[in-house]
Each structure stands twice: as C-alpha cells, then as structure tokens.
C-alpha cells in the first residue's frame, strides 16, 4: 500500500467540529485538503444549508478548497414512498409483540421453553413476559439511513476521485485520506472508514491548545475557537425529522422554526399513513405518540421519574430532554447509538 495518498478530503458535516477542521486547514495549522465532501439527505434545516453556504463563501472559495455536495436523493420523500425500498430511520415504534402473537395467544403464553429477554423459562404459562400482556412491543428502526444517505454518496464520490468508479477495483496501492472532525471527547466513536482505499484521520485529537491543557481539542474548544473567529451560531447538522432528538431541541423547532416544526409533524403523521404489513407503527418522538402530542415541554423531576416507567421505557431523562448535542455525522451518527 502506498503511503501516500493520491488526494485528501475532508469530511464536511457542517456541525462544530467539521467546520472547526475546516477553519484550521484553511489556517494552516492541519494539512490542507485538495477537496471537501458534504453529504446531502436533502432534509438538513436551513440554518445547516445556510451555513454551508456562508462556509463555501468565507473559508473554502477565499483558501481554494472546492466543497462537493453529494447525494443520493431526499431522505423525506424516500422514507414516505411506498414504492421505494424502505428507508430505515431510527424511529420509535410500536408492533405486534413477537412472543405471544405469532402462538395465536394474545397477552399470554402456554408452556413456553425460550429465552425472552435475558431469562429463561421453562414450561412456562402465564401473562406474556415480552408485553407484559399488552399484546404490543416497543423498538427501534434499525438506523439504514446513515449508511444509505451519508457514507454510499462519499464512498462513491472517492471512487470517482480516485479515478476507479464502482464496479472498479482499486489497486491496493492506491487510496485517500480523509480528515475527520472527531473532538477528544468523542473517543469511544473513533473508528476507521473500514475501507481500504479511503483512509481516516482525527486532525482534532492531535492539536494543541485545549483549555484543560491536554492533547486534542473537545468540543468546548472548538466551540470557543468557532467563536472567537465570529462563527458562534454553528447550528447542528441532523434531518429535520431524525428522531435522534432531545425534547428540548423539539421545543426550540416548534418555538422558533415553525416551518420545520410542522414539516416534521406532518411526516410523523406521514410515516404511520403508509400501509405495513407487519403491523408496526413509527413515530418521531420516544413516547411513541403523535410529535404534535409528544410531552416535549419542561417537567418536574417527580414527573420524568414515572414517565420514564411508563413510557419512556429504558431512554435516560438527560437524554430525552438535552438528545445528542452534535447532530448526525457520516462516519459515526453521533445522536445515538454508533451506526
Ligand atoms: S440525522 Fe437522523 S435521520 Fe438523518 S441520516 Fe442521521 S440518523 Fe438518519
Ligand atoms: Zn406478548
């Protein structure tokens, strides 16, 4: 494998700590990208277009560095046409509970032998231990949409880059490096590309300067270095309609983007309009009611400790009020679980 790479990107989320990276390569202080990538669901907020824009503008025409906005198409309408592959979203859902309804035995079971949850039983007839006789489950939509949307148009853009488009195979001495803006604090969703041909690095974790003192830059810092060059309103980069956020960020939409608000309430209603042969229902919001009759105003301490019993489920009250604060980046969805 070659060491060095035949060009290098930068991977442009538009959140804090990619517009950081972008700042300091124009700088100088990390090496310079030839290019910088921009994945588009085609479903960020305005403020996220309208900060791009104003990056492209201010730090990638004056320092020379094209930013390539990339595609696969609009995430909102793909997830609501019925004749397009399913798009999976992290919604919360409801569904037929999957240990007494396939035995035809609603909210109960008889001699049942399995392993349902982490325990076993044997022989067992009684309330059903899954749904605790409600007949229904709770889940998760299996996340599709950050591999689907964000990383295949990268992945084929490089490609192209590279000069060896999919179905090509690419020479093993060929790839590219992309710089990735992952802050110190985010240690644990440090993780490589996996591809061969498209290398990363974490210009953030080697730089000097924290406030603390350490090695590598955190959020905080890279919000007081945003700031201190007048780039404070950084907004944060995730789909109007991902369900991967905090009750207070709901709040703000509905208080301050109106628009946005009643475009994500009109695809929760959407998303349970499509007809589903397996019987799940989807929502936005981790109650798992309609968004525009969520609880997303502020509650007592008192208050969260039930709703977390009864329908909250297992979502820890800090998150469910505050949600992830950096929004949703190709290489590891930062709202959430890694993808
Ligand atoms: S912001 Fe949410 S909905 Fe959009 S791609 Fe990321 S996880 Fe999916
Ligand atoms: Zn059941």
């Given at each position: 494998m070659s060491a060095q790479p035949a060009f290098r990107t930068l991977s442009l989320g538009a959140g804090v700590q990619s517009t950081t990276l972008f700042f300091l390569a124009a700088e100088g202080r990390i090496p310079r990208p030839d290019v910088a990538i921009f994945a588009d669901t085609g479903w960020e907020p305005a403020a996220v277009y309208a900060h791009l824009d104003r990056i492209e503008r201010e730090i990638a025409q004056p320092a020379g560095i094209p930013i390539l906005r990339v595609t696969v198409g609009d995430i909102r309408a793909d997830a609501l046409d019925p004749a397009h592959k399913f798009v999976s979203m992290p919604t919360f859902t409801i569904g037929p509970c999957q240990v007494c309804i396939p035995r035809g035995t609603l909210g109960s079971v008889f001699n049942l032998t399995a392993e349902i949850d982490g325990k076993e039983y044997t022989d067992y007839t009684g309330v059903c231990p899954r749904c605790k006789g409600r007949g229904t489950q709770h889940g998760m939509g299996q996340r599709q949409c950050t591999p689907e949307y964000k990383i295949r148009p990268i992945k084929k853009k490089v490609r192209e880059l590279l000069g060896y488009p999919h179905p090509m195979s690419i020479p093993a001495d060929v790839h590219a490096e992309q710089q990735v803006g992952f802050s110190r604090d985010e240690l644990g969703r440090v993780k490589d590309s996996g591809l061969r041909y498209l290398r990363s690095v974490f210009p953030l974790l080697s730089l000097e300067g924290a406030a603390d003192g350490r090695q590598g830059w955190t959020r905080a810092d890279c919000r007081r270095y945003l700031k201190a060059h007048g780039w404070e309103s950084t907004p944060r980069s995730a789909c109007v309609g991902c369900p991967f956020r905090g009750n207070r960020e709901w709040r703000e939409m509905r208080d301050e983007r109106p628009a946005e608000w009643a475009d994500a309430v009109a695809f929760d209603h959407a998303l349970r309009a499509i007809p589903r042969a397996d019987g799940i229902r989807e929502y936005l919001h981790a109650s798992r009611v309609p968004l525009d009759e969520a609880p997303i105003g502020r509650v007592t301490s008192h208050e969260w400790k039930s709703r977390q019993t009864d329908i909250?489920?297992?979502?820890?009250d800090a998150e469910l009020e505050l949600?992830?604060?950096?929004g949703c980046g190709p290489w590891a969805c930062r709202s959430g679980a890694a993808a």
């Open positions: 909250f489920g297992q979502i820890a949600g992830n604060p950096d």
